[in-house]
């Protein structure tokens, strides 16, 4: 009970802290953030090997070779790909259009932080927190509290030393699930970048404050029979064993097309896969998967050779990976799901239709939403496949760990990636600091405004006064200050669309008056006919069939409500989403 009490504690001391130090950053220029960030990227490059032993060494997981990389990629990758970007003040101007745009930090920013991938995301996520002009809070996996400490030690001393605020990186030390729900809970806090199981996504989600979550991953890979197939297995094969397979995007299956499989299997073999029986394709899974269908942690990240032993039996020296024959997919198969590890299931199918079923099933049993890699010759095949599949990322004729991240791909680098909607994520995007920035936008009048009464001052010209006339950014002189002329800046297109609309509402408006609608509708009133009065009118007089309105809106609807009233529509009639939800519900449209 007292640790838990002083977790909280501490979270509300970081907290207090990060708040202070986001109003400092929220004020500085772009040279004062992007000085901050370079310094602590070239922190980051210096520490890459230490931190990614400290790693290995507290969580057991993974290698440090491959750790060293990824820490690299962060401080290297990420940092080239972000140190350019506009994060402060007005980051874009369109004078044509009359819309500037200004950033606006987000403020204290959450950061859940895994154990397999900890240093590096802990890089990752300071440095493009730091970018946004947003100050940092993490709370680090239990198994992972030492290594991902000393990263935020390490970075916000750099970022101090070049005038960064105490407090702007900032991490838990005494980690207990009540802090972390302190953490994501608290007042102060704006946003929630969360990288873990899917429970702690949820409940990232449920916390009340905005959220940035990424779900699991379940990678098929699949093989067409056009494929490079020596590359292929090669490519799969380096993905599913970099780090020992600890990143969420890395292959968990071999899907493979029955004309290719005999070659597959062999090139796997010479490469460094050994495949299982079915006997030791069980007892692997008995020691992976836990009975509630989670992951060992005592697995995650290991060798092949550790887990073979773990398993009962043994593989020859220089085997890279494990692979086992699929035999279904779901929980009465446990290696149909995400592993961890280097390990990957083994399935046959007879061409890329049969693939892509499997493919999409595999998917959605564990990775909705997340990476899918194809390795094909076909760009037919590649198209049809990426236009089906539920991933949104569908890395072609690449590792898919290194593919998903911006590695070997043209993607923006990143250690977080979105799963969209499928996957329970806000966003499919891989995330960046955009995703940790408001955007506010000035709107300049760029189309008359007609049937407005004066004011006494022009219709919308500028004030006078200089403040106001001339804008402090100095737009060119076709900026954003000017009226526009309808003749000369408004496309044909923009004027007739705003005739049609007045013609629309005119005649929306004489229909409330007119002769066949009885005297009650046309009675003084402070507002226009409603369609449903329109409507009555039609039934007042049997001889002449209902008139259909044009469109309904919600305050229609509810008139039509309040007077026991019908709406007569077709299938023409415009119907707002308000409207027709609400007037379905109460049985209020007549269709003619």
């Given at each position: 009970?007292?640790?838990?009490?002083e977790?909280?504690q501490?979270?509300?001391?970081?907290?207090?802290?990060a708040?202070?130090?986001?109003?400092?950053?929220a004020?500085?220029?772009?040279?004062?953030?992007?000085?901050?960030?370079?310094?602590?990227?070239?922190?980051?490059?210096?520490h890459?090997?230490?931190l990614?032993?400290?790693?290995?060494?507290?969580?057991?997981?993974?290698?440090?070779?491959?750790?060293?990389?990824?820490?690299?990629?962060?401080?290297r990758?990420?940092?080239?790909?972000?140190k350019d970007?506009?994060?402060?003040?007005?980051?874009?101007?369109?004078?044509?259009?009359?819309?500037?745009?200004?950033?606006?930090?987000?403020?204290?920013?959450?950061a859940?932080?895994p154990?397999?991938?900890?240093?590096?995301?802990?890089?990752?996520?300071?440095?493009?927190?730091?970018?946004?002009?947003n100050?940092?809070?993490?709370?680090?996996?239990?198994?992972?509290?030492?290594?991902i400490?000393?990263?935020?030690?390490?970075?916000?001393?750099?970022?101090r030393?070049?005038?960064?605020?105490?407090?702007s990186?900032?991490?838990?030390?005494?980690?207990?699930?009540?802090?972390?729900?302190?953490?994501?809970?608290?007042?102060?806090?704006?946003i929630?970048?969360?990288?873990?199981g899917?429970?702690?996504?949820?409940?990232?989600?449920?916390?009340?404050?905005?959220?940035?979550?990424?779900?699991?991953?379940?990678?098929p890979?699949?093989?067409?029979?056009?494929?490079?197939?020596?590359?292929?297995?090669?490519d799969?094969?380096?993905?599913?064993?970099?780090?020992n397979?600890?990143?969420c995007?890395?292959?968990?299956?071999?899907?493979?097309?029955?004309?290719v499989?005999?070659?597959?299997?062999?090139?796997?073999e010479?490469?460094?896969?050994?495949?299982?029986?079915?006997?030791?394709?069980?007892?692997?899974?008995?020691v992976?998967?836990?009975?509630n269908?989670r992951?060992?942690?005592?697995?995650?990240?290991?060798?092949?050779?550790?887990?073979?032993?773990?398993?009962?039996?043994?593989?020859p020296?220089?085997?890279?990976?494990?692979?086992?024959?699929?035999?279904g997919?779901?929980?009465?198969?446990?290696?149909?799901?995400?592993?961890?590890?280097p390990?990957?299931s083994?399935?046959?199918?007879?061409?890329?239709?049969?693939?892509?079923?499997?493919?999409?099933?595999?998917?959605e049993?564990?990775?909705?939403?997340?990476?899918?890699?194809?390795?094909?010759?076909?760009?037919?095949?590649?198209?049809?496949?990426?236009?089906?599949?539920?991933?949104?990322?569908?890395v072609?004729?690449?590792?898919?760990p290194?593919?998903?991240?911006?590695?070997?791909?043209?993607?923006?680098?990143?250690?977080?990636?979105?799963?969209?909607?499928?996957?329970?994520?806000?966003?499919s995007?891989?995330?960046?600091?955009?995703h940790?920035?408001?955007?506010?936008?000035?709107?300049?009048e760029r189309?008359?405004?007609?049937?407005?009464?004066a004011?006494?001052?022009s219709?919308?010209?500028?004030?006078?006064?200089?403040a106001?006339?001339?804008?402090?950014?100095?737009?060119?002189?076709?900026?954003?200050?000017?009226p526009?002329?309808?003749?000369?800046?408004?496309?044909?297109?923009?004027?007739?669309?705003?005739?049609?609309?007045?013609?629309?509402?005119?005649?929306?408006?004489?229909?409330?008056?007119?002769?066949?609608v009885?005297?009650?509708?046309?009675?003084?009133?402070s507002?226009?006919?409603?369609?449903a009065?329109?409507?009555?009118?039609?039934?007042?007089?049997p001889?002449?069939p209902?008139?259909?309105?044009?469109?309904?809106?919600?305050?229609?609807?509810r008139?039509?409500?309040r007077?026991?009233?019908?709406?007569y529509?077709?299938?023409?009639?415009?119907?707002?989403?308000?409207?027709?939800d609400?007037?379905?519900?109460n049985?209020?449209f007549?269709?003619?």
């Amino acid at each position: 009970m007292d640790r838990d009490l002083e977790s909280i504690q501490e979270v509300r001391r970081l907290v207090d802290k990060a708040a202070q130090a986001a109003r400092t950053l929220a004020t500085f220029s772009q040279s004062q953030t992007d000085s901050v960030v370079a310094a602590m990227a070239e922190a980051a490059r210096r520490h890459a090997e230490p931190l990614a032993r400290l790693a290995v060494e507290e969580t057991t997981y993974g290698v440090v070779g491959d750790k060293i990389e990824k820490n690299l990629f962060s401080a290297r990758d990420v940092y080239h790909a972000i140190k350019d970007l506009k994060t402060a003040g007005i980051i874009r101007e369109d004078p044509k259009d009359g819309i500037v745009e200004i950033a606006v930090p987000v403020g204290v920013v959450a950061a859940i932080i895994p154990c397999t991938n900890p240093t590096s995301t802990a890089i990752f996520k300071a440095l493009i927190a730091l970018k946004g002009r947003n100050a940092i809070v993490m709370s680090p996996h239990p198994s992972a509290v030492r290594c991902i400490a000393e990263t935020c030690r390490i970075l916000e001393e750099a970022a101090r030393q070049v005038g960064a605020p105490e407090g702007s990186i900032g991490c838990m030390t005494l980690v207990t699930s009540q802090a972390t729900e302190e953490l994501m809970r608290h007042p102060k806090t704006a946003i929630i970048l969360a990288t873990g199981g899917a429970g702690l996504v949820r409940a990232a989600y449920s916390s009340g404050k905005p959220a940035l979550g990424v779900g699991p991953g379940n990678v098929p890979a699949y093989i067409h029979r056009s494929a490079h197939l020596a590359k292929a297995v090669a490519d799969i094969l380096r993905g599913k064993c970099f780090d020992n397979g600890t990143i969420c995007s890395s292959e968990q299956h071999m899907v493979v097309d029955q004309e290719v499989a005999e070659a597959v299997r062999a090139e796997a073999e010479r490469q460094g896969g050994f495949f299982l029986s079915p006997e030791q394709s069980q007892a692997v899974a008995r020691v992976l998967i836990l009975p509630n269908f989670r992951v060992n942690p005592k697995m995650v990240g290991q060798s092949a050779e550790t887990i073979a032993r773990a398993a009962g039996f043994s593989i020859p020296n220089g085997t890279r990976a494990l692979i086992a024959p699929l035999e279904g997919i779901g929980r009465d198969h446990p290696l149909s799901a995400e592993k961890l590890s280097p390990v990957l299931s083994f399935c046959v199918v007879k061409d890329w239709h049969e693939g892509l079923e499997i493919c999409r099933r595999l998917l959605e049993f564990g990775g909705l939403g997340h990476t899918m890699a194809i390795h094909a010759q076909d760009q037919q095949v590649v198209r049809a496949m990426a236009l089906e599949l539920p991933a949104f990322r569908l890395v072609v004729n690449t590792p898919a760990p290194h593919g998903s991240i911006g590695y070997s791909t043209k993607l923006f680098p990143s250690m977080s990636l979105g799963c969209g909607s499928p996957g329970g994520n806000i966003t499919s995007d891989n995330l960046s600091p955009w995703h940790l920035i408001n955007i506010k936008r000035l709107a300049w009048e760029r189309r008359a405004v007609t049937g407005v009464p004066a004011t006494g001052t022009s219709d919308s010209s500028m004030p006078e006064s200089p403040a106001y006339r001339t804008p402090s950014f100095s737009l060119p002189a076709a900026g954003l200050g000017q009226p526009p002329s309808p003749s000369k800046d408004l496309p044909a297109d923009r004027e007739q669309i705003s005739q049609l609309v007045e013609r629309f509402l005119s005649a929306r408006h004489s229909r409330a008056t007119s002769a066949d609608v009885p005297a009650k509708a046309t009675a003084p009133t402070s507002e226009p006919a409603s369609s449903a009065e329109v409507a009555e009118a039609s039934s007042a007089h049997p001889a002449t069939p209902p008139r259909a309105v044009d469109f309904v809106c919600e305050e229609d609807v509810r008139r039509a409500l309040r007077h026991g009233e019908k709406i007569y529509i077709t299938s023409r009639t415009l119907v707002t989403p308000a409207a027709r939800d609400l007037g379905e519900a109460n049985e209020v449209f007549v269709t003619i």
